[in-house]
């Protein structure tokens, strides 16, 4: 008997036949699933249930439930740039400013990278963050070298962004389409030295991405009204599948 979360006919089936047979001798058994496209296209992470009933003419020596957890595919390759690793590593570049992002991967084209993670309850969405609880951070958009000078550093920022960029299809099966920078407001952590407290950056902006190159392009505007420089800084940046030689 299969239960859980979303469990239904059109959501995931049981391929193997019910009685589940097990050969005289056999220690083990496949029971056989298949994931159909979920009725919830907002709900990417579901879980299931699988209870062998017991009867008055067998004895189950082990437990009898196994709790699983399975996903409905993104409809965009999100994978090429949040693999599914402990820390996915995500190269990118920027020109710190409103000019084109330079070629090459000199210290002009803005180096970095950070921990970027495919959304598990969101189809199509890409967050950065530190995936370790606790203060664990991770350099989104260079803002640890952006904010170096208002006394920020790698170890305080504890900048985490669950979700950032929403990849959206140009049509149906199309390997390329826009980017939406989530809009949000990110709070940075100065070093505990400097005695300043924490303070918060707008983001907002737009792109494309295509998953035939493997290059995300977005320009992200800050709000840096708490730092005194407006409300609209433009920055452009790189997010590339492969890091630049």
Known sequence: EISGDGATETDLRILTPSPLTI??????????LQVADGVDPERLERMG??????DDWFELTERRFYNFVYS????????LWAPNLAF???WGYTSFGPEPVPEGSGLDAGPHFAFAYASR???NIIGMFNAVPGT????????VRIYADDEVSSASARISIPELFKLIPESEGATFGRVEVIEQRVTITRRSSSGLPPFQIGLSGS???DEDTGIILVDVFFDETELGNGASVLRRYSYESKKRE
């Open 136 to 143: 664990s951070s991770t350099n989104a958009l260079n803002m």
């Open 88 to 90: 996915p590593i995500l």
């Open 49 to 54: 249930i699988i209870e062998i009933l017991e």
């Open 23 to 32: 050969p005289a001798g056999a220690t083990e058994a496949t029971i056989r």
């Open 72 to 79: 409905v595919p993104h409809t965009a390759a999100v994978e």
């Open 207 to 209: 792109g494309t991405y």
């Open 121 to 123: 309850t969101e189809p």
